[in-house]
């Protein structure tokens, strides 16, 4: 049995590793083409390299499902072309064990998918944002074109708006503008810093420069009257610390989408927007998802399992090889629309993940049982069609 599921391993590893480089080479060449526009003086051929590469992260987690699906399929039906999967039927390991089997051999897969998901993805993703807009001078991943915007509460019940020009490494930040608001929602201080950093639980701004604001303003320009005093004081400040909620991690978790961040800072993240009540459906689906993705593998696994056993004397491989990519991206279509009309109807974060793939690996199991017990269907069928009772 162990040098069996060695042997099936072996396998649907060799076939499901060259899918993926053909489909993550497929991919990142039409990348390659749509970009060829934005070579030139200042965007050499290099830095286009250079931006597709970091890419490459992100493009094989997004093609991981589909390629372990296809790959399994065309090692299952080489097998079976090869009548090795008869084999191992007469031998006495009935159509379940060998799923089971498959189940098995897809566990490594899965703490790929874990690392790659949690550590390589999130890094490259920050990464390929950061370089986008220095190369290219445009936004990429979180970031507006005026920068990174956080809200926040700050003491007395009033409330600040933080804009981050730009991240840097180790929770240093550049060129941000802090917007501080009365508990009436009036502006009381603009102030403005050409550097700083994020501690622990504070953010410390270097050559400050404040522009505050008197609680009389507003009340001065209804009245439309010239006051006594100033309305506004220009104040220089060589630092300046202010406590905050924000930190490294949630400044990383800005920048990329919510599929793109790990699960622990995720989690985090959704904690900081519920506490300053900020809209979190987004991040909920998308931590649901993620913490359903180990399970879409195992998904496309039982998938690949019936279409790989089926017609197993005439072979086929191109047609199972046809109707695996059919099936990869029709499950691929519902799970996006599933998360799109999830968002619209407000479903529940765990319909929205778990639902498509609870149905698909129904109708693989009913297809499964359906095959290993085929014969058992074909009689009574025949005996049916003939007006009397099968034989028990």
Same mark, same amino acid.
Request: charged share 15%; net charge positive; glycine share 8%.
């Given at each position: 049995?162990?040098?069996?599921?060695?042997?099936?391993?072996?396998?649907?590893?060799?076939?499901?590793?060259?899918?993926?480089?053909?489909?993550?080479?497929?991919?990142?060449?039409?990348?390659?083409?749509?970009?060829?526009?934005?070579?030139?003086?200042?965007?050499?051929?290099?830095?286009?390299?250079?931006?597709?590469?970091?890419?490459?992260?992100?493009? #094989?987690? &997004?093609?991981?499902?589909?390629?372990?699906?296809?790959? !399994?399929?065309? +090692? @299952? $039906?080489?097998?079976?072309?090869?009548?090795?999967?008869?084999?191992?039927?007469?031998?006495?390991?009935?159509?379940?064990?060998?799923?089971?089997?498959?189940?098995?051999?897809?566990?490594?897969?899965?703490?790929?998918?874990?690392?790659?998901?949690?550590?390589?993805?999130?890094?490259?993703?920050?990464?390929?944002?950061?370089?986008?807009?220095?190369?290219?001078?445009?936004?990429?991943?979180?970031?507006?074109?005026?920068?990174?915007?956080?809200?926040?509460?700050?003491?007395?019940?009033?409330?600040?708006?933080?804009?981050?020009?730009?991240?840097?490494?180790?929770?240093?930040?550049?060129?941000?503008?802090?917007?501080?608001?009365?508990?009436?929602?009036?502006?009381?201080?603009?102030?403005?810093?050409?550097?700083?950093?994020?501690?622990?639980?504070?953010?410390? #701004?270097? &050559?400050?420069?404040?522009?505050?604001?008197?609680?009389? !303003?507003?009340? +001065? @320009? $209804?009245?439309?009257?010239?006051?006594?005093?100033?309305?506004?004081?220009?104040?220089?400040?060589?630092?300046?610390?202010?406590?905050?909620?924000?930190?490294?991690?949630?400044?990383?978790?800005?920048?990329?989408?919510?599929?793109?961040?790990?699960?622990?800072?995720?989690?985090?993240?959704?904690?900081?927007?519920?506490?300053?009540?900020?809209?979190?459906?987004?991040?909920?689906?998308?931590?649901?998802?993620?913490?359903?993705?180990?399970?879409?593998?195992?998904?496309?696994?039982?998938?690949?399992?019936?279409?790989?056993?089926?017609?197993?004397?005439?072979?086929?491989?191109?047609?199972?090889?046809?109707?695996?990519?059919?099936?990869?991206?029709?499950?691929?279509?519902?799970?996006?629309?599933?998360?799109?009309?999830?968002?619209?109807?407000?479903?529940?974060?765990?319909?929205?993940?778990?639902?498509?793939?609870?149905?698909?690996?129904?109708?693989?199991?009913? $297809?499964?049982?359906?095959?290993?017990?085929?014969?058992?269907?074909?009689?009574?069928?025949?005996?049916?069609?003939?007006?009397?009772?099968?034989?028990?």
């Amino acid at each position: 049995m162990r040098t069996a599921r060695r042997y099936l391993a072996s396998e649907i590893y060799r076939s499901a590793a060259v899918v993926l480089m053909a489909l993550v080479g497929l991919f990142t060449f039409f990348a390659l083409i749509e970009d060829l526009d934005n070579v030139g003086p200042n965007f050499t051929l290099l830095n286009l390299f250079y931006l597709q590469a970091l890419q490459l992260p992100t493009r #094989l987690y &997004d093609l991981l499902p589909i390629g372990l699906l296809i790959g !399994a399929i065309l +090692a @299952l $039906a080489s097998l079976a072309q090869r009548n090795e999967l008869v084999i191992l039927r007469v031998s006495g390991v009935s159509g379940m064990k060998l799923l089971t089997m498959l189940w098995v051999i897809t566990i490594p897969w899965v703490v790929g998918a874990f690392l790659l998901s949690e550590v390589i993805t999130p890094a490259a993703e920050i990464k390929s944002s950061e370089a986008t807009l220095t190369l290219l001078g445009r936004a990429g991943g979180g970031r507006l074109n005026s920068g990174y915007w956080f809200k926040e509460e700050s003491a007395n019940n009033s409330m600040r708006i933080i804009n981050i020009g730009e991240l840097q490494a180790n929770g240093g930040v550049s060129h941000i503008t802090l917007y501080e608001f009365s508990k009436g929602q009036e502006l009381s201080t603009l102030s403005q810093a050409k550097s700083g950093y994020f501690g622990n639980g504070t953010l410390v #701004l270097d &050559d400050v420069t404040e522009t505050r604001i008197d609680a009389n !303003a507003v009340a +001065a @320009l $209804a009245n439309a009257k010239v006051p006594d005093t100033p309305t506004t004081a220009i104040v220089h400040l060589p630092s300046r610390t202010l406590s905050t909620t924000l930190t490294p991690e949630r400044l990383i978790a800005r920048i990329l989408e919510p599929e793109r961040m790990s699960i622990f800072v995720l989690l985090d993240y959704i904690g900081y927007l519920e506490s300053n009540h900020l809209q979190t459906e987004r991040q909920v689906v998308a931590l649901w998802r993620k913490a359903a993705y180990p399970f879409t593998l195992l998904v496309m696994m039982t998938i690949a399992a019936p279409i790989g056993f089926m017609q197993t004397r005439r072979g086929g491989v191109g047609g199972k090889v046809f109707i695996g990519i059919l099936l990869g991206v029709g499950f691929f279509m519902i799970n996006q629309l599933a998360l799109n009309v999830g968002m619209l109807t407000k479903w529940s974060p765990w319909v929205t993940a778990l639902v498509p793939n609870l149905g698909a690996l129904g109708l693989a199991l009913a $297809a499964m049982l359906l095959m290993e017990n085929q014969h058992n269907v074909r009689r009574i069928t025949r005996a049916h069609s003939f007006g009397r009772k099968p034989a028990i």
